[in-house]
């Protein structure tokens, strides 16, 4: 009899644990995803305080979708020149005939590089080519 | 994914800044992956934290790498700063665009995959298995961290690299810890069926058969 009342006591107390434990597991996971989304934040605030290095431009396919067919031969292009150093950039696009095609800088290719350069990045896709026919700059500089 | 695309309306570069961060964010929870799961080898338990509370912290952390480590893969995809493909992010070494390390981050989420789905199958294909490949975490860790010192744009940022730092710390210590910490003899509930890790003691056994 004392044996059984023990036993019992031993499963409720082993229960109790389990449910601390479970209750536990999942506030401390809560937790865990909440303190990873903010660090996110926090890293990407940092991100965009120190390297900008990105093109004003970044997205054409999207910004392409968006506009709207000219009548004429002007297209509706983002305007990627001089749009390299970040909150400036609008993300109006200017509207500039697409007639002269840009032509892909001949730099090496390293994400930190294109800082300097109006043309913001050289592994940028070209707004006159499609993204399917684009070669990176090592390959179009002939290389022999 | 809402906070994603009001993001990207409100700035072009938000994607590849947020690229960025998760990137930070998935090396910091792999680690901290990592040192539940030596944690958990060690049977390592206080009386605030038991056992099992160890184990589904180290599972659900690893699952929060995946959910992280994908965020990371589709900013960068979606923002076309860097000329990937989503074949780059799966096959190694195959990207146009820095390839090596590129590589390495691939070889990272093939690794983080097959430990996943082992221990999803984990009964299925017996624990002997399950363990050899669940072995490949501990490469996992290493290859991710060479893949953000050698690629990251802020790789030459003060507080990324006391990031890694930190994360470095935290491994290699749980790692001595667990190495110089002999695991007791008990026994080791695993896919629903209590293992003993060693044979029972004579003793135990007559007392088993008494």
Redesign the interface.
């Known amino acids: 009899m004392v044996r059984m009342r023990t036993r019992s006591d031993q499963g409720r107390a082993s229960a109790g644990?389990?449910d601390r434990?479970?209750d536990?597991?999942s506030s401390?996971?809560a937790w865990?995803?909440a303190g990873?989304l903010a660090?996110?934040?926090?890293?990407?605030?940092?991100?965009?305080k120190?390297?900008?290095?990105?093109?004003?431009?970044?997205?054409?396919?999207t910004r392409s979708t968006t506009t709207t067919t000219p009548p004429a031969a002007a297209v509706t292009t983002p305007s990627t020149a001089g749009n390299d150093d970040?909150?400036n950039?609008s993300?109006t696009p200017s509207t500039s005939p697409r007639t002269t095609p840009q032509t892909t800088p001949q730099t090496t290719?390293d994400?930190?590089a294109p800082q300097t350069t109006p043309q913001t990045?050289p592994?940028?896709?070209p707004d006159t080519l499609p993204q399917q026919q684009?070669q990176?700059p090592v390959s179009q500089s002939g290389g022999s | 994914m809402s906070v994603l695309v009001a993001a990207?309306?409100s700035?072009?570069?938000?994607?590849?800044?947020?690229a960025?961060?998760?990137g930070?964010?998935t090396t910091?929870?792999l680690s901290?992956a990592t040192v539940l799961g030596l944690l958990s080898t060690a049977r390592a338990a206080t009386r605030?934290?038991?056992r099992?509370?160890v184990q589904?912290?180290h599972r659900?952390?690893s699952l929060?790498v995946l959910v992280?480590l994908a965020?990371h893969i589709v900013t960068i995809e979606?923002?076309?700063?860097?000329?990937m493909h989503w074949i780059d992010a799966v096959v190694p070494f195959v990207s146009?665009?820095?390839p090596f390390w590129t590589g390495l981050g691939a070889i990272v989420l093939d690794l983080l995959l097959a430990i996943i789905l082992t221990s999803i199958g984990r009964v299925r294909i017996g624990l002997r298995t399950w363990r050899a490949v669940h072995w490949l975490a501990y490469a996992a860790w290493p290859i991710a961290m060479l893949h953000g010192l050698g690629?990251g744009?802020?790789r030459h940022?003060r507080?990324f690299l006391a990031v890694n730092a930190l994360c470095l710390v935290a491994v290699v210590g749980a790692a001595a810890w667990r190495w110089a910490r002999p695991v007791p003899d008990t026994p080791a509930v695993v896919a629903g069926h209590v293992v003993r890790m060693r044979a029972a003691s004579p003793l135990e056994r007559q007392r088993r058969s008494a």
């Open positions: 644990n389990r434990g479970l536990r597991i401390a996971t865990t995803a990873a660090l996110t934040g926090g890293f990407t605030a940092l991100a965009a120190g390297f900008t290095g990105h093109a004003g431009a970044t997205t054409p396919t970040g909150a950039n993300d290719p994400t930190q990045s592994w940028q896709s684009w990176p | 990207t309306s700035s072009p570069k938000a994607l590849w800044y947020f960025r961060g998760s930070i964010v910091l929870l901290a605030s934290w038991s099992l509370v589904e912290m659900n952390v929060l992280f965020l979606l923002d076309n700063f860097v000329p146009r665009y820095q690629m744009s802020d940022e507080w």
